[in-house]
């Protein structure tokens, strides 16, 4: 229905007006590498509980403390519909909430989904281009943390690049109950065919 293009530079700018807390501006720096763990990388998006105004913006990097074990960032916007519906109109900028700091075991944000049911599914890997990812569900209330279901779901693997990560969510089931079955996206754009990869 329409589409916004300054989200990036809304996101920079609200940081900087709150003291910097995130670094958005030196992650997002010309020549600076965004998947670091003090970069700038959002790779997830989905609706707050009971909301179609406010969306969650899931990044990847950075972490909070942007250092080994820091936890993952969620920053609400919370008029995505008048956004969503700017198109060139340069007088409309994005509004946020409170951020969420999510304890994901050092962890952050790859891909962010939710059911019917208001259950929220959270694909959480490295920052860097490799290691290990899992899954997490949550009710979407910052005051509740995030819960594991599976002790894992396989490390990407690669040099570099996100050969053979997990990257998005194809299907979530009605209900995240054990035994429910999960569609998962997997990247695999620098795989080199000469390598043999299992996956689970």
């Given amino acids: 229905g329409g589409y916004y293009k300054s989200l990036r530079a809304d996101l920079i700018g609200w940081d900087e007006a709150h003291g910097n807390?995130?670094?958005?501006?030196?992650?997002?720096?010309a020549g600076n590498i965004p998947k670091q763990i003090n970069g700038f990388n959002v790779e997830g998006?989905?609706?707050?509980?009971?909301?179609?105004?406010?969306?969650?913006?899931?990044?990847?990097?950075?972490?909070?403390?942007?250092?080994?074990?820091?936890?993952?960032?969620?920053?609400?916007?919370?008029?995505?519909?008048?956004?969503?519906?700017?198109?060139?109109?340069?007088?409309?900028?994005a509004t946020f909430g409170e951020p969420i700091l999510m304890d994901l075991e050092?962890?952050?944000?790859?891909?962010?989904?939710?059911?019917?049911?208001?259950?929220?599914?959270?694909?959480?890997?490295?920052?860097?281009?490799?290691?290990?990812?899992?899954?997490y569900t949550c009710d979407g209330k910052p005051?509740?943390?995030?819960?594991?279901p599976l002790t894992s779901i396989g490390s990407a693997v690669g040099e570099g690049d996100d050969c053979c990560a997990w990257e998005g969510v194809g299907q979530v089931p009605n209900t995240?109950?054990?035994?429910?079955?999960?569609?998962?996206?997997?990247?695999?754009?620098?795989?080199?065919?000469?390598?043999a990869v299992n996956t689970p």
């Fill in 21 to 29: 807390r995130f670094g958005f501006a030196a992650g997002a720096a």
């Fill in 45 to 93: 998006m989905e609706f707050a509980p009971g909301s179609s105004e406010t969306a969650y913006v899931g990044f990847r990097a950075p972490l909070s403390p942007a250092n080994t074990g820091g936890k993952a960032l969620i920053v609400p916007v919370t008029n995505l519909s008048a956004l969503a519906t700017s198109g060139l109109n340069t007088t409309v900028h």
């Fill in 106 to 135: 050092g962890l952050s944000i790859r891909e962010i989904r939710k059911n019917a049911a208001g259950e929220y599914l959270i694909i959480a890997g490295s920052w860097a281009g490799s290691g290990p990812h899992a899954l």
């Fill in 143 to 148: 005051a509740d943390p995030p819960v594991k």
């Fill in 176 to 195: 995240l109950t054990s035994g429910e079955e999960v569609n998962l996206v997997m990247d695999v754009g620098a795989w080199d065919n000469s390598v």
